[in-house]
């Protein structure tokens, strides 16, 4: 039972066009977001998060929005840049007292073309 | 200064053996994670410790034991390996506050023959 799916396996774009990034989720206890990115070999980086009670979060190129009644959030990245074409990871948090348990989707891989 | 570091990277072995990952961080952080990554490409939580004790336990086998010395630290072992315990595992750690993120090591890629 996937309580976070990343529909679509993978996405190309042109650079310096933008990049979405789609993430259902189906769980309502979750109250925290993070997109992760992965490089080949290498462990997933901590990108950008949001909070529940928040339906936008921005931090230079990359922006997450979250729409909690359809259990929606995407991950904007403008201009895409080569050096962006890595696997995003969408995850969710659920907490129990002061403990976090993250919960990931599958994955998506971007390719940013030249 | 690696913030999150596992040794080893690779680990190829044979079916039956027990082996050992180790994980340590340099963060401060006072809460550690293992997970695995199959082939199917999911993360998935295995475990999680704060300050050496077990917090989350997602029914892993017996066979797998995680032990925390201090809370910089959390190895992994494993007995009687099997072929399905071939995988990615990622150690991670994080503050024990809420909305904090985890830190990720590079992972060991573990192939049983």
């Known amino acids: 039972d996937q309580q976070v799916k990343q529909n679509s396996p993978s996405l190309s774009v042109q650079e310096g066009r933008i990049s979405i990034l789609n993430c259902d989720y189906t769980?309502?206890?979750?109250?925290?977001f993070l997109w992760y990115k992965k490089y080949p070999a290498e462990g997933p980086t901590f990108l950008i998060s949001i909070s529940s009670i928040k339906d936008k979060n921005e931090d230079g190129r990359f922006t997450v929005f979250l729409n909690k009644s359809a259990k929606h959030l995407s991950l904007h990245i403008v201009p895409s840049q080569p050096g962006d074409s890595a696997v995003y990871f969408c995850a969710a948090n659920e907490s129990t007292g002061a403990n976090s348990k993250l919960t990931f989707g599958k994955g998506i891989t971007l390719s940013v073309r030249p | 200064d690696t913030a999150v570091s596992q040794t080893p990277k690779y680990l190829v072995t044979q079916m039956g053996n027990d082996k050992s990952i180790k994980c340590e961080q340099n963060l401060g952080h006072d809460t550690m994670y293992w997970y695995k990554q199959d082939s199917k490409k999911f993360l998935k939580i295995m475990f999680s410790?704060?300050?050496?004790?077990?917090?989350i336990n997602e029914t892993v086998p017996n066979r797998f034991s995680p032990k925390s010395p201090d809370k910089a630290h959390l190895n992994l072992h494993i007995n009687s390996l099997e072929l399905g315990d071939s995988a990615v595992y990622f150690c991670a750690s994080s503050q024990t506050r809420v909305m904090q993120p985890q830190h990720f090591g590079d992972g060991t890629r573990l192939s049983i023959l």
């Open positions: 410790y704060n300050n050496k004790e077990l917090i």
């Open positions: 769980n309502s206890m979750f109250d925290y």
